[in-house]
């Protein structure tokens, strides 16, 4: 293969968890752009609607089926109502999340149990039910788990405190290593994506009341943008990346290696 077709992803179909804004919606893009259909899943219809026409207009085909992976007997109707439309779901992006900021003294268990649910329990559900049913008798899959650097690291306190973020993010990335090593042998790669600070709902208000403090410490000096997911993206969910697995990659600028 030539490298336009180690990257083609033409007859792939691709699953986006919180796939109607942000990091998902972008990630979309990149699958959809290389040629993949695309399902889209998220909590709000609306935003779902929304994401769908703007896939459009970019001439990717997609769909979308509102559902809440927090809650797991919804995970089981979301795959078997994608597969009696789509047939197969060959890469799955596991990106939908959440996070809380308090103190680790004061977290609130309910809080807690919120981000363990959707952040790393819909994540395993989901990849578990799609490797079982479609990807390791396929004997071809791509996983692509959206962690944080958050996941490798402790967040500072001076930004943010958020115990049960961080917690479920590092869980992601253990369970990333070992769904790799366990389902390789069937042509499936698991790998995670660690973003830096990104522009979005769920980081609104500490980029906005820390963004120079954050940019100050990024050697690019600055935040991810539109289209800073995007290559990773491509790469890991191709046969380019088909011998990266179970590994963790972060895309912050080298604020990390600071």
């Given at each position: 293969?030539?490298?336009?077709?180690?990257?083609?992803?033409?007859?792939r179909v691709?699953?986006?968890?919180?796939g109607s804004?942000g990091?998902?919606?972008?990630?979309a893009?990149?699958?959809?752009?290389?040629g993949?259909?695309v399902?889209?899943?998220?909590?709000?219809?609306?935003?779902?609607?929304e994401a769908?026409?703007?896939?459009?207009k970019?001439?990717?085909?997609?769909?979308?089926?509102p559902?809440?992976?927090g809650?797991?007997?919804?995970?089981?109707?979301?795959?078997?109502?994608?597969?009696?439309k789509?047939?197969k779901?060959?890469?799955l992006?596991?990106?939908?999340?959440?996070?809380?900021?308090a103190?680790?003294?004061?977290h609130?268990?309910?809080?807690?149990?919120?981000?363990?649910?959707l952040?790393?329990t819909?994540a395993?559900?989901l990849?578990?039910?799609?490797?079982?049913?479609?990807?390791?008798?396929?004997k071809?899959g791509?996983?692509?788990?959206v962690?944080?650097?958050?996941?490798l690291?402790?967040?500072?306190?001076?930004?943010?405190r958020t115990?049960?973020?961080?917690?479920?993010?590092?869980?992601?990335?253990?369970?990333?290593?070992?769904?790799?090593?366990?389902?390789g042998?069937h042509?499936i790669?698991?790998?995670?994506?660690?973003p830096?600070?990104?522009?979005?709902?769920?980081?609104?208000?500490?980029?906005?009341?820390?963004?120079?403090?954050i940019?100050?410490?990024?050697?690019?000096?600055?935040v991810?943008?539109?289209e800073?997911?995007k290559?990773?993206?491509?790469?890991?969910?191709?046969?380019?990346g088909?011998?990266i697995n179970?590994?963790?990659?972060?895309?912050?600028g080298?604020?990390?290696?600071?």
């Amino acid at each position: 293969m030539n490298v336009k077709q180690l990257f083609d992803l033409t007859g792939r179909v691709a699953l986006v968890t919180g796939g109607s804004r942000g990091l998902g919606l972008q990630m979309a893009e990149a699958l959809g752009e290389l040629g993949a259909r695309v399902a889209l899943t998220a909590r709000k219809k609306d935003e779902l609607d929304e994401a769908v026409a703007h896939l459009g207009k970019l001439g990717i085909q997609a769909a979308a089926w509102p559902c809440d992976l927090g809650k797991r007997e919804q995970v089981a109707p979301l795959v078997d109502a994608l597969l009696g439309k789509l047939g197969k779901v060959d890469i799955l992006v596991n990106n939908a999340g959440a996070t809380w900021g308090a103190p680790a003294e004061d977290h609130p268990l309910d809080a807690w149990d919120k981000l363990v649910n959707l952040n790393l329990t819909g994540a395993f559900l989901l990849s578990q039910v799609l490797a079982k049913k479609v990807m390791i008798p396929g004997k071809w899959g791509r996983i692509i788990n959206v962690a944080s650097v958050n996941g490798l690291l402790a967040n500072d306190p001076r930004l943010v405190r958020t115990a049960a973020y961080v917690a479920t993010k590092h869980g992601l990335v253990g369970l990333t290593r070992q769904l790799a090593a366990e389902w390789g042998e069937h042509g499936i790669t698991v790998n995670a994506v660690c973003p830096g600070f990104f522009p979005s709902k769920m980081t609104k208000a500490t980029l906005g009341a820390q963004l120079q403090f954050i940019i100050d410490g990024t050697p690019t000096r600055r935040v991810g943008n539109d289209e800073d997911l995007k290559g990773v993206t491509a790469l890991l969910a191709s046969e380019a990346g088909r011998h990266i697995n179970g590994q963790a990659i972060v895309v912050d600028g080298g604020a990390s290696i600071l």
